[in-house]
T-cell receptor
Framework: GENVEQHPSTLSVQEGDSAVIKCTYSDSASNYFPWYKQELGKRPQLIIDIRSNVGEKKDQRIAVTLNKTAKHFSLHITETQPEDSAVYFCAVSGGYQKVTFGTGTKLQVIP | DSGVTQTPKHLITATGQRVTLRCSPRSGDLSVYWYQQSLDQGLQFLIQYYNGEERAKGNILERFSAQQFPDLHSELNLSSLELGDSALYFC?????????????FGPGTRLTVT
């Protein structure tokens, strides 16, 4: 089945700095790569997604890049703000395993 | 508010018991997914239903079962409960059958097994 690794597990950045979270996957047939943000005690919410026919996608301060050859994709958050503090999950779907989530990255933005 | 509702919000029960968790998808969504999130863990995909039919299975234990009814609401049944089943259970809905659609998560049901 699909194996998704997410790094780092925790990340602390100063407000205004950038944060980068990376996920690697194993199934080359995977074709949909969403990122979810989960605030403490709340539901996961989709923040950005990318499909396999696209290498990069940007939405204001958030961007995702995909390298299908190397089987990894990354979430980039620029000009971080305290409200960006949350747990971020990557997910992979479309291949053998229907949908697999990464183990999560706890991001702390220090004011 | 995602439009997905889950009941109950909290559930405390004893080992060996059976519980039923309920989920109503967003209006117009035909797919329902169930996930388990244990403390400090990621989201484990359990099962997906599309328009009343089982569509995909993940890491769902044999003690767990689910169904989706004609009105598209879904129920997750957990039986012979063990301490390790304590977790947050989320359902999510999406418009299509493929997992490649955005999923909208409900607020979750926190299950505590004592």
């Amino acid at each position: 089945g699909e194996n998704v690794e997410q790094h780092p597990s925790t990340l602390s950045v100063q407000e205004g700095d950038s944060a980068v979270i990376k996920c690697t996957y194993s199934d080359s047939a995977s074709n949909y790569f969403p990122w979810y943000k989960q605030e403490l005690g709340k539901r996961p919410q989709l923040i950005i997604d990318i499909r396999s026919n696209v290498g990069e996608k940007k939405d204001q301060r958030i961007a995702v890049t995909l390298n299908k050859t190397a089987k990894h994709f990354s979430l980039h958050i620029t000009e971080t703000q305290p409200e960006d503090s949350a747990v971020y999950f990557c997910a992979v779907s479309g291949g053998y395993q229907k949908v697999t989530f990464g183990t999560g990255t706890k991001l702390q933005v220090i004011p | 508010d995602s439009g997905v509702t889950q009941t109950p919000k909290h559930l405390i029960t004893a080992t060996g018991q059976r519980v039923t968790l309920r989920c109503s998808p967003r209006s117009g969504d035909l797919s329902v997914y169930w996930y388990q999130q244990s403390l400090d863990q990621g989201l484990q995909f359990l099962i997906q239903y599309y328009n009343g039919e089982e569509r995909a299975k993940g890491n769902i234990l044999e003690r767990f079962s689910a169904q989706q009814f004609p009105d598209l609401h879904s129920e997750l049944n957990l039986s012979s409960l063990e301490l390790g089943d304590s977790a947050l259970y989320f359902c999510a809905s999406s418009v299509g059958a493929s997992e490649n659609y955005e999923q909208y998560f409900g607020p979750g049901t926190r299950l505590t097994v004592t």
